[in-house]
């Protein structure tokens, strides 16, 4: 679509002082058509309900000032409480001060330090694994790992719960990919039948979230591990909510149920439990090296910077010095998920440290959380898609830093909020 170069294009974006002369091509009618007023952006920004890209302007892990005030910080991933350490920034210090603030380049060319095969083989002798690959994020972790192992002639059976980067993974694989019902075992075993009548020959792959981000529910990992052996698959953990959160001593899901061993494939990221940015597979020697010379997201992304690779080095040190961390994470998860049900609220089947509490629709949800800051608490809004519908939740989550004072807080402002809005004892088992 061409228009005319003198004259501004009509829109209704609120960027308006921003819009310029120039053409509006019809491939971005949707960005404007996004901020219509009579939508829901416009409605949930003018009511100041909007609840996404707050800016954080200080933090101590367990508390954050935003908007000049201090809150709570009861919907971050730094389930160690480590971002605050003061050993863990040191590391990070150091490894600014000896090999600079970035690598510059891919670890295929010139951005490999030797801190990043160090943390390599610390990574899989901790998950007792052979070998170990890093990524520059989690998303490119599941992502690349995907792409990389499954090719046109396999088939990838997913979880539907499963976390974005996975369903990437399945798009940029090209492989035939089944989404089976989430934790659904039946559905998954159908499929499984299914494709080992009509393609044999293909290979096959399971991938589930070890720890579902939302609901904070594990993955059955026995029975995904019984059906891949039993059809010849292959079985690929998400742990990225799992590692350094549950199983003995933080190793993740499968490790929760004595079978780390045997799964083929664990993934993990950096930017929760390990207090920075990046993530890792772990699996054979001969798998995990295929993948470092073959998933993209490794080959043609720079490396991670010095800083962030000293920063898990140190949590990871930590995580194995300091066990009583765990066993105060479990004991916070413990308390406030019955804390919440004892309230009446419907926290759905957590298990872990992420704690989901169902408030029902996407209005009450955003009243929910606005209602919470001014309480003095920050969790995170979580709307449809992401939930059902009608199941919009406020995902909260904790850190083994967090204090009895501040749980009770949270409590206590969850019980005001809950009954002024109404969600009390309307919203499920409660
Ligand atoms: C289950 C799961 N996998 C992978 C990721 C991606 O990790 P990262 O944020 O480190 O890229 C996330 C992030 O929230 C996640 O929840």
Request: with cysteine; glycine share 8%; hydrophobic share 40%.
């Amino acid at each position: 679509m061409t228009s005319d170069p003198q004259q501004p294009r009509a829109s209704t974006s609120p960027h308006e002082a921003e819009a310029t002369t120039q053409d509006n091509p019809p491939l971005f009618e949707k960005c404007h058509r996004f901020f219509d007023p009579s939508g829901d952006y416009a409605k949930i920004k003018a009511n100041d309900l909007y609840p996404y890209f707050r800016p954080i302007e200080e933090s101590e892990g367990s508390r954050a000032v935003m908007n000049g005030d201090e809150l709570i910080m009861a919907g971050s991933n730094n389930y160690l409480g480590l971002t605050a350490d003061p050993r863990v920034q040191e590391a990070a210090q150091e490894a600014t001060a000896k090999y600079g603030t970035g690598c510059t380049g891919s670890r295929f060319l010139n951005g490999t330090l030797d801190l990043h095969l160090k943390l390599e083989e610390e990574l899989a002798d901790f998950m007792g694994k052979e070998q170990a690959v890093l990524f520059s994020t989690g998303y490119m972790t599941n992502e690349g790992v995907l792409e990389a192992i499954a090719g046109r002639n396999d088939i990838i059976f997913s979880d539907k719960d499963n976390h974005a980067c996975i369903v990437a993974g399945t798009q940029a694989s090209l492989a035939d990919t089944k989404r089976y019902r989430h934790n659904d075992l039946e559905h998954l075993r159908t499929m499984l039948e299914r494709a080992a009548a009509e393609r044999p020959e293909a290979g096959k792959l399971i991938a589930t979230d070890g720890v579902f981000s939302m609901s904070g529910k594990l993955a059955r990992v026995p029975a995904l591990l019984d059906l891949a052996n039993e059809f010849d698959a292959a079985l690929m953990l998400d742990d990225a909510h799992a590692i350094g959160v549950v199983g003995r001593g933080g190793r993740g899901s499968a490790s929760t149920f004595g079978l780390k061993d045997d799964v083929h494939l664990i993934t993990g990221t950096f930017s929760k439990s390990f207090a920075s940015i990046g993530g890792f597979c772990v699996g054979d020697r001969d798998v995990v090296e295929y993948i470092r010379h073959e998933a993209s997201t490794h080959m043609f992304s720079a490396s991670m910077p010095p800083s962030t690779v000293a920063t898990v080095l140190k949590s990871l040190e930590i995580l194995r010095n300091e066990p009583e961390r765990l066993d105060r994470l479990h004991e916070i998860s413990d308390y406030m998920r019955d804390g919440f049900r004892n309230l009446g609220f419907d926290v759905w089947e957590s298990e872990t440290p992420i704690i989901p509490v169902v408030v029902g629709d996407m209005e009450t949800c955003f009243r929910f959380w606005r209602a919470l800051i001014d309480e003095g608490v920050f969790v995170n809004a979580v709307v449809p898609p992401a939930v059902p519908k009608g199941q919009a939740l406020m995902r909260t989550s904790y850190m083994a830093t967090h204090t009895d004072e501040e749980l009770e807080e949270i409590l206590d402002a969850f019980h005001r909020v809950g009954h002024k809005l109404g969600v009390i004892g309307t919203n499920g088992h409660g």
